[in-house]
């Protein structure tokens, strides 16, 4: 299929087996996620584009024009992918909302020497990767199906191909993907699989696209050959490839965090468009297994650096958490899934949990430096590898070798929009609150919100359909005593599972107003987390809250104790349009000299007061590389007894 075969622009999509169905005429317009989006376009784009040029991702490209190419530069065979994905992010600023401005020149001036760059260096046979289309590359093309990620790349140029092509209306990445994709589905028609999952999902989003059944078919082949053999394991076992069982028959989310979470997001893809119900089952069993053992509070996922994966159930050490920012935007992009195919609220609110915690944490307050890794904890003594302490950067970094979260961050930024609303027959549904104006088939909206600093959000109605017409409004799963008024009349609507809905007569310039209370709230983790035990984390809204050594000039972060009523009880202040709490605490009695005194051990409760403040999780890191904790030390353990 070439560019000039492909169908008109598609609106949203219809799948044979969703409850619902995007919404792809929504626009943030205000409030938080819109601060964000603009940071993108103004900082991040630009910061991301100028360090492709700098390690050397485009001339990995453009040298392959030459006669004699210059050495290939970087670690990695898949380096590709960040041009990728930055392109992704491209189409959506370059094809926005005009109301936000034209796009800068340099950022269509490299969407365009990039894309021409493509097209003039794919092979004949439509195969593209600048590592292994060099004559002096030490591998040959599908030679290293397990670390090669040629169909990695492939599935990241498909996103970017497709997005470009719904976005700006441009065909020409499309034929460029489309070349490679059928070379693919000739080749890998009969078996083999590529070590690390993405292509499946990008294989469905074309067969969208194109309407050629052979994406989706090779789709859903990837996701059954998995644990069968077909592919040589290497430096890891089968599980970190998610290749040692059929993935019907994973018992649990395993192996490398951002690899499952792809692989479960495709296979949810392909459940969508075939109705397959062993897939479903498989996912809703997964997807249970990870919520009730395997998520970080924050919503990360990986608890292992050596080879960033997820480790055993309820093993989730807090400076040692890995929680890849990718891993972050895997598991929404199958929280996102598993709402189209289900309706349930729940996934939702593991999405906005991701959202404004694991996946928001990963970029510096400037747009400009990043997270690979997000603990949850850092002690005072933590040496900084290429860090202030050593002469170089401040915990986030501006790039790294292997560069694939500032582009995923960049991309994903940019498509936020998407994720608002959706529908299915005869409603809409509000995904989640922000500031925004979302066009329906039948209903248009503007909302606002100051979400998530505050959970009330007014929706103003401006086209309705000319009979009833259901709008479904989320309750998360956080939220007791929801209220929701229709110009001005209180409503008598009772959440169920995850959603308030109303269903009337809509005129324009009906108005409903949503409020969500935001108490601050305290949790504990379970027992058998021995991480956590005897810890309490601070939480408020969406939003998880933790303190730094600059909030807590009294006393170390390590030894503040606080109890629940301290928490429920904080004081709700803004500092530079953030909502921080500012609480009692209480200093901890010196610990005993040994590192393990024996047994029993009189515990002392603390009687110096103190008073710290605790910022968003994804805030910290922005004021140097002091202590930081998300679970501090709670009182609730103390016997109620004074040392004597």
């Not at 560019?3 to 008109?8: A, L």
């Not at 006669?67 to 990695?76: F, I, N, Q, S, T």
């Not at 599972?497 to 379970?526: C, F, I, K, Q, Y």
Request: aromatic share 8%; glycine share 10%; charged share 25%.
């Amino acid at each position: 299929m070439t560019s000039k075969q492909v169908r008109p622009l598609a609106g949203a999509v219809r799948t044979v087996s969703g409850a619902v169905r995007p919404v792809p005429g929504a626009r943030i317009t205000g409030g938080l996620l819109h601060h964000w989006q603009r940071r993108n376009r103004e900082a991040t784009i630009p910061h991301t584009i100028e360090q492709l040029r700098a390690a050397g991702n485009v001339a990995n490209l453009s040298r392959l024009l030459e006669r004699d190419p210059a050495p290939y530069r970087g670690r990695y065979p898949f380096l590709d992918t960040d041009l990728y994905k930055t392109l992704e992010g491209l189409a959506y600023e370059l094809g926005g909302d005009p109301a936000d401005g034209p796009a800068d020149d340099t950022v269509r001036e490299f969407f365009e020497e990039v894309v021409t760059l493509l097209e003039r260096v794919q092979a004949e046979d439509g195969y593209l990767n600048s590592f292994f289309q060099d004559p002096a590359a030490t591998k040959k093309p599908w030679e290293d199906p397990a670390w090669g990620h040629e169909l990695y790349n492939l599935g990241h140029l498909i996103q970017a191909a497709v997005a470009a092509r719904r976005r700006m209306g441009d065909d020409r990445l499309l034929g460029v993907a489309a070349r490679f994709a059928d070379l693919v589905v000739e080749r890998f028609g009969e078996g083999g699989i590529c070590g690390h999952p993405e292509v499946e999902m990008a294989l469905v989003e074309l067969f969208r696209e194109t309407g050629e059944r052979g994406y989706l078919s090779l789709a859903g082949a990837f996701v059954d050959r998995r644990g069968k053999g077909e592919l040589k394991h290497s430096i890891f076992p089968g599980d970190y490839f998610q290749d040692h069982l059929p993935f019907r028959e994973l018992p649990s989310v395993t192996g490398h965090a951002v690899r499952m979470a792809y692989l479960a997001a495709g296979a949810a893809d392909v459940h969508l468009e075939t109705g397959d119900p062993s897939l479903l089952e498989a996912l809703e069993r997964l997807w249970d297994d990870m919520v009730a053992a395997k998520l970080y509070i924050t919503g990360g996922l990986g608890s292992r650096h050596s080879d960033e994966a997820i480790g055993d159930r309820y093993e989730l050490p807090s400076e040692r958490s890995y929680s890849e920012t990718c891993a972050a935007i895997a598991v929404m992009q199958w929280a996102w899934r598993m709402f189209l195919a289900t309706g349930g609220a729940a996934y939702l609110d593991v999405f906005e949990r991701v959202l404004y915690n694991a996946y928001a944490v990963g970029l510096s307050a400037d747009g400009r430096a990043f997270f690979y890794d997000n603990p949850l904890q850092r002690r005072p003594d933590h040496e900084q590898r290429s860090g202030a302490e050593a002469g170089g950067e401040p915990l986030r970094r501006a790039w790294f070798g292997c560069p694939c979260c500032p582009p995923n961050i960049v991309r994903w930024m940019a498509q936020l929009a998407d994720y608002v609303a959706a529908e299915r027959d005869g409603a809409v549904l509000v995904a989640h609150y922000t500031t925004a104006r979302v066009e329906s088939a039948e209903l248009d909206l503007a909302m606002e919100s100051g979400y998530p600093w505050d959970g009330d959000a007014r929706l103003t109605v401006e086209r309705a359909p000319d009979g009833p017409y259901g709008l479904a409004l989320r309750i998360p799963g956080w939220a007791r005593g929801a209220t929701v008024t229709v110009n001005g009349e209180p409503q008598d609507a009772e959440p169920a599972e995850g959603w308030l809905t109303l269903e009337r007569r809509w005129s324009a310039g009906d108005e409903v107003r949503l409020t969500l209370p935001m108490p601050v709230r305290a949790h504990g983790s379970h027992p058998y987390l021995d991480a956590t035990r005897d810890a309490v984390s601070v939480a408020r809204g969406p939003l998880v809250y933790c303190v730094e050594q600059q909030d807590s000039p009294q006393a170390a972060v390590d030894d503040l104790m606080v109890g629940v009523p301290d928490i429920v009880n904080a004081n709700i202040e803004r500092r530079d349009e953030v909502v921080v709490l500012r609480m009692t605490a209480h200093a901890a009695p010196p610990p005993p000299a040994e590192l393990y005194p024996e047994l029993p051990l009189e515990r002392a409760l603390p009687e110096t007061t103190v008073t710290a403040t605790f910022v968003p999780y994804f805030l910290w890191g922005n004021r140097g590389p002091e202590a930081m904790r998300v679970w501090v030390r709670t009182l609730n353990g103390t016997n109620g007894k004074k040392a004597t």
